[in-house]
């Protein structure tokens, strides 16, 4: 039991850690404008429509990057798969949160829970031999 709750909590401290990196390096080669603080939802949502293309799909990419690491240090510290799914759902209700909070095109609503299962699936295909 305990190596469930401690794969869990590191999966999830592992897939946040890594979705910042990702969207830090996305900034760097899509920086937003300059005179905009990408903390306040207020004025990502007014720039959402002139974020480009390949700064939204930095986004998707990093949300998937870090439910594959996040599942990954879950399956292994846990030795189960299952761990992975609820990692994977964490980030997809965080992903959730942030497109209820800032207007999100409707290609990556549609996405973002397709990526989560891909990812999800593609960790445990990936870690699953390492659970006992």
Not at 96 to 108: E, K, Q
Not at 109 to 130: H, Q
Request: cysteine-free.
């Amino acid at each position: 039991m305990v190596r469930l709750i401690l794969g869990i909590i590191a999966g999830l401290v592992a897939a946040v850690i890594t979705v910042a990196a990702v969207e830090a390096l996305g900034h760097m080669i899509y920086p937003p404008p300059a005179d905009v603080d990408i903390s306040d939802p207020e004025q990502l949502s007014a720039i959402m429509s002139t974020i480009p293309l390949g700064a939204k799909i930095a986004v998707l990419v990093a949300w998937a990057i870090g439910i594959i690491v996040g599942s990954a240090v879950a399956i292994v510290i846990s030795r189960k798969t299952w761990p992975a799914w609820v990692v994977g759902g964490t980030v997809l209700l965080m992903g959730a949160i942030t497109m209820y909070m800032i207007p999100h095109p409707l290609w990556m609503i549609i996405a973002t829970p397709l990526t989560t299962v891909l990812a999800v699936i593609l960790s445990t295909r990936l870690f699953g031999g390492k659970a006992a």
